[in-house]
């Protein structure tokens, strides 16, 4: 059966764009507010949801060539290597460190490492998030 | 207020122990789904509800809220979220492979094989 | 501060993370795991040393002071476990080499793997009671995922029911933690300890020390919360089916160990009255089920459940002897079962079949085989110089002296049943006249038999050296009885 979602395809062209920054948004805003990887995540990948659903496996798979399980393995490796990495300043597993910076245009930043481990939470949450959609949408 | 999410906890415990008793599949990852929502539920519940400002330095607040059950809920939330979505993609697998989602006609012939 | 103690927990995660970069190149995947489990059985060694050199070893994760962080808690009951996992890992890695097959090597079987013994190690290493949640949640993940591995229609059925006990148990967990937190307002187990001494363990207390044996009871099958395993684990290949029989129900029982020799020792009447009525129970229905079945699966399957309740018995008989005993025991189990898991797993291989009439005469064929199931067959049952009589031995002594001479009784005559068991099958399947099996392909049996062999002679070492080992397992047995020593560890450094 073929259907006509011309308005669909049209609209998710614009809003796609709006929901991946406000998603990027939330995960900047994580940092001292709520938001963060995990929602961050979630929406990125109903973004991409959202494409599959205007179009088809195919298109997207060519749009967005990404291997999601290798997608969560990075993030893994982020999170983990974070984590670990206060080991090797002798301080305990999971340990964060911040500093601040004056950077031009945005002022007085912190620099936290928690971003780093937050960046990991939000690539795991997209793999995870599409590995499954992926599983279920292909055998279709 | 302790009373009225006792009463909703136990309403979702007794939704998802009948959905769970049920023969279709989805039906039975429906309620384990309920279950969990309930248990977190609980843990909200019984670290206290209570009303005050998030507990960081520098607040000056009367009142602090317990930070502990949140964190809790949240952990709990996600991995329900990875089992659940497991248990659905298994489920789909397994009514592709055995041709029914319904318990009773899935059950294995004599002993295992 | 030692980081020794994050190693056997960090390792597999890295290595399971780094194995799935290299999912398509199955030689890497090989290599790798190799070395990384060769690394972690030598982590865990050190920090055994460690322990037993200088006392508990603990770390505060993100530098949170104990009552309010998450601490790792590294005793010599958990480094002792820690230890025996990482061996028996590496055991069923090296059989899996040349037994899981191409298909699912190539669908993630190395990292997930990993990914398993990191939620077993940190299950026994946390010191945390919520952590210990977090980590049953990731070794049962892993554990779904091997479990459908192949995804064979018996496998899909079992993964099913596998999933859904272990969804409503871990529920139960969630809720157990949310009343003894709203109890003791802590979630740190020295700190909880604490606590309930201070208030002295009223019935509330005891209700949820209930609870918590019925959430650890379903992992760990025990008495009336074991229906779910004869099935499940007979699903998965033999290495999987070794992990499992021979870890996952451990860390139920180790679970089990913990809270109750830590948390609740204020009311034992009632609470370990309890415990060792179910324990006793366990045992029978162990027994019971690995005498009537004639598949070698099913009567390994079945003794499993003997141990639990051997185990348990021990522990709730709660004196430093019969921990000890528990200890002894607890060790000796996972390595012997891991063998025999393994064992069988090449025979069902060489005959195709697991029913034990459908097979005989492999000893003609397979002479090494036979002997090493045969040694691994007493080693089970507890024939005295073999590993198992040391701690069958504690476990009863201190049965006897508390004057629970029902209970002592029904644990001797486990063995006699136990030993029938694996006897029945030894003598089915060994001797006879040899038949024609269908075999699908050749069985590479020298190198399958390498790692059940190791394991075995294992086994036979710790029996032979029970004297030598004694005073390490004194110590574990020592931290159990006295949860002072732990509380110090981790409270006042």
Not at chain 3, 50 to 63: E, F, H, P, R, W
Not at chain 3, 68 to 94: E, N, Q, R
Not at chain 3, 137 to 149: K, N, P, T
Request: aromatic share 12%; proline share 4%.
């Amino acid at each position: 059966m073929k259907t006509n979602d011309l308005i669909l395809q049209t609209v998710s062209k614009v809003i796609l764009f709006l929901i991946v920054l406000f998603s990027l948004y939330m995960f900047f805003a994580g940092h001292y507010h709520p938001g963060g990887g995990f929602v961050g995540g979630l929406m990125t990948s109903g973004a991409i949801v959202l494409m599959l659903l205007a179009y088809d496996i195919k298109t997207v798979t060519t749009i967005l060539p990404v291997d999601y399980k290798k997608m969560i393995a990075v993030g893994l490796l982020f999170a983990a290597g974070t984590a670990a990495g206060g080991l090797l300043f002798g301080v305990p597993f999971l340990t964060h460190a911040f500093t601040y910076v004056d950077l031009p245009l945005l002022g007085k930043t912190s620099l936290h490492t928690a971003v780093l481990f937050d960046t990991g939470v939000y690539l795991v949450v997209i793999g995870v998030t599409m590995t499954i959609i992926q599983t279920i949408g292909e055998s279709e | 207020m302790e009373i009225l999410m006792a009463f909703l906890i136990g309403i979702l415990f007794m939704s998802a122990t009948y959905l769970m008793l049920s023969k279709s599949l989805l039906r039975i990852i429906v309620g384990t789904g309920l279950l969990s929502h309930g248990a977190h539920l609980l843990i909200l519940t019984m670290g206290g509800l209570k009303r005050g400002a998030a507990p960081l330095l520098g607040q000056h607040a009367e009142a602090y809220a317990d930070p502990l059950p949140q964190a809790l809920i949240l952990t709990a939330i996600v991995i329900s979220f990875g089992v659940t979505a497991f248990f659905l993609v298994l489920a789909y697998r397994a009514y592709q492979e055995l041709g029914t989602d319904n318990m009773d006609r899935m059950r294995g012939k004599e002993g295992n094989e | 501060m030692n980081s020794l103690i994050i190693l056997p927990i960090l390792i597999p995660l890295l290595t399971g993370i780094i194995l799935i970069f290299f999912s398509k190149n199955i030689p890497v995947q090989k290599l790798i795991s190799v070395i990384s489990s060769l690394l972690m059985v030598l982590s865990a060694l050190y920090l055994a040393v460690a322990v037993y050199q200088d006392g508990i070893q603990t770390m505060n994760l993100s530098n949170w002071e104990a009552p309010f962080g998450i601490t790792l808690v590294s005793d010599m009951l958990s480094a002792l476990l820690v230890l025996t996992t990482s061996v028996i890992a590496l055991a069923c890695l090296l059989y899996s080499f040349r037994s899981i097959g191409k298909e699912r090597e190539s669908f993630f079987y190395y990292p997930v793997f990993f990914f398993l013994v990191l939620g077993i190690n940190g299950a026994f290493t946390t010191g945390d009671i919520f952590n210990l949640f977090v980590f049953f949640e990731v070794m049962l993940m892993a554990s779904y995922v091997l479990l459908v591995l192949g995804g064979t229609k018996i496998q899909l059925r079992e993964t099913i029911k596998y999933i859904l006990v272990n969804v409503i148990s871990s529920a139960l967990f969630v809720i157990a933690v949310a009343y003894l937190y709203s109890v003791v307002g802590t979630l740190n187990m020295a700190h909880i300890s604490e606590r309930i001494s201070q208030i002295g363990q009223p019935g509330i207390v005891t209700v949820i020390a209930v609870f918590f044996l019925l959430v650890f009871g379903i992992k760990g099958a025990i008495f009336p919360l074991y229906f779910w395993l004869p099935g499940s684990y007979y699903a998965p290949p033999a290495p999987v089916m070794a992990m499992f029989g021979a870890l996952l129900t451990k860390v139920g029982v180790y679970s089990i160990t913990r809270t109750y020799t830590l948390f609740f020792y204020h009311d034992t009447g009632y609470t370990h009255g309890l415990l060792e009525i179910l324990s006793i129970f366990t045992i029978i229905v162990g027994v019971i089920g690995a005498i009537a079945y004639s598949d070698v699966k099913k009567i390994i399957i079945y003794n499993v459940i003997v141990a639990v309740g051997v185990i348990l018995f021990g522990v709730a008989t709660l004196t430093e002897e019969s921990l000890a005993g528990s200890v002894f025991y607890l060790i000796h189990d996972m390595i012997i079962k891991a063998a025999l898991f393994l064992l069988i797993g090449i025979i069902v291989k060489i005959t195709g079949t697991s029913s034990i009439k459908k097979m005989g005469g492999l000893i003609h064929q397979y002479p090494g085989l036979a002997w090493t199931f045969f040694i691994a067959a007493l080693a089970l049952a507890g024939i005295p110089p073999l590993s198992g009589f040391a701690g069958k031995v504690l476990i009863v002594r201190s049965g006897l002296e508390s004057g629970n001479y029902w209970g002592a009784g029904i644990v001797l005559l486990s063995s006699l049943f136990v030993l029938f068991s694996v006897m029945k099958i030894f003598i089915n399947v060994f001797w006879g006249s040899p038949r024609a099996y269908r075999q699908q392909e050749p069985v590479p049996a020298k190198w399958l038999l390498a790692a059940p062999a190791v394991l075995t002679a294992f086994a036979v070492l710790y029996g032979l050296g029970t004297e030598a080992l004694y005073p390490i397992i004194s110590l574990a047995a020592e931290t159990l009885s006295n949860p002072e020593i732990y509380i110090n560890a981790v409270l006042k450094e």
